[in-house]
């Protein structure tokens, strides 16, 4: 598959986390990824799927912030049994990335959510792509090469519900945008194609880096990676399964945190690493 198709593939995979740190900008990003903290909002009645966008007070909401919100939600059908979607995040991936995510909540599992959206997708005769996040999180979607735009639904398990987060990316420029690894930040020597997409927030950067290794088994890449990293002075958490062929653990140094999650590739021999870090304050 020639690298730009295969990055058109790629970065969803990052894209659901960058969906995922839009908690990080309205609800705190630490609870969110780590489960250090509980997600709560109030409920209010689902729309129909016929309904526009729900409207806060007249007021509360700018024209803009209205057309953001209907840009990420007007692909898809409102989950039944959720709360009302709200705009979440808007172009935070820089000028050259217009992007709009909202977000939603529901009691059902993220499986039932992710199961619902793919059969609408199919429904519409639509090309699915998607990704399984063991039993608390993934994401399904499409990629529309008219316009270049990614079109998504992630969903992570917090708190007791799911929050769903519905996104709309012109993602080309990011597949363009020469994006390189910051240098203190170890990586396999091994890992090719790695792809990164780093963007600042209030008092801190996250950075999301995604790569490719030939091992087959993420247990072993896994082994490798782990003493890399103690090597290089960070500390690394318990290995924890996150479905039939994946393994994750948490990793630490100063005031940077985050998780490397490695799972078998689904079309191609080798593992996938993608690795999220927060970083506060300067690098480690």
């Known amino acids: 598959m020639p690298r730009a198709s295969s990055l058109v593939v790629r970065v969803p995979a990052l894209l659901f986390s960058v969906a995922v740190v839009g908690s990080l900008i309205g609800f705190a990003w630490e609870g969110a990824v780590y489960g250090r903290r509980d997600v709560t909002e109030e409920w209010s009645p689902p729309p129909s799927l016929d309904d526009a966008p729900p409207s806060k007070p007249s007021g509360t909401r700018s024209p803009a912030e209205?057309?953001?919100?209907?840009?990420?939600?007007?692909?898809?059908?409102?989950?039944?049994?959720?709360?009302?979607?709200?705009?979440?995040?808007?172009?935070?991936?820089g000028p050259d990335v217009p992007i709009a995510v909202a977000w939603f909540s529901t009691k059902d599992t993220p499986e039932q959510v992710l199961s619902h959206y793919r059969q609408v997708l199919l429904d519409n005769g639509l090309p699915v792509l998607g990704e399984r996040h063991g039993e608390n999180g993934g994401w399904v979607g499409y990629w529309s090469p008219a316009t270049e735009e990614m079109?998504?639904?992630?969903?992570?398990?917090?708190?007791?519900e799911t929050l769903g987060f519905v996104s709309?990316?012109?993602?080309?420029?990011?597949?363009?945008?020469?994006?390189?690894?910051?240098?203190?930040?170890?990586?396999?020597?091994?890992?090719?194609e790695p792809i990164t997409l780093?963007?600042?927030?209030?008092?801190?950067s996250h950075h999301v880096v995604s790569g490719q290794l030939p091992e087959a088994a993420p247990s072993a890449v896994?082994?490798?990676?782990?003493?890399?990293?103690?090597?290089?002075?960070?500390?690394?958490?318990?290995?924890?399964?996150?479905?039939?062929?994946?393994?994750?653990?948490?990793?630490?140094?100063?005031?940077?945190?985050?998780?490397?999650?490695?799972?078998?590739?689904?079309?191609?021999?080798?593992?996938?690493?993608?690795l999220s870090l927060l970083q506060r304050g300067a690098a480690p």
Do not use: C
Not at 198 to 204: I, R, T, V, Y
């Open 66 to 93: 209205e057309a953001a919100l209907k840009r990420a939600l007007v692909h898809f059908p409102a989950y039944p049994k959720a709360s009302r979607a709200e705009l979440l995040a808007v172009d935070y991936l």
């Open 151 to 160: 079109r998504l639904v992630s969903v992570l398990a917090q708190g007791g």
């Open 168 to 192: 709309a990316g012109q993602v080309a420029p990011l597949l363009k945008r020469a994006s390189r690894v910051p240098p203190w930040i170890p990586l396999p020597p091994e890992l090719s």
């Open 198 to 204: 780093s963007f600042a927030m209030e008092g801190a």
């Open 222 to 274: 896994g082994e490798k990676y782990r003493a890399l990293l103690v090597e290089k002075g960070w500390d690394v958490g318990a290995v924890e399964p996150v479905d039939a062929n994946g393994i994750a653990f948490e990793l630490m140094k100063g005031t940077t945190l985050g998780r490397a999650t490695l799972r078998t590739r689904a079309q191609e021999p080798g593992v996938e690493l993608q």
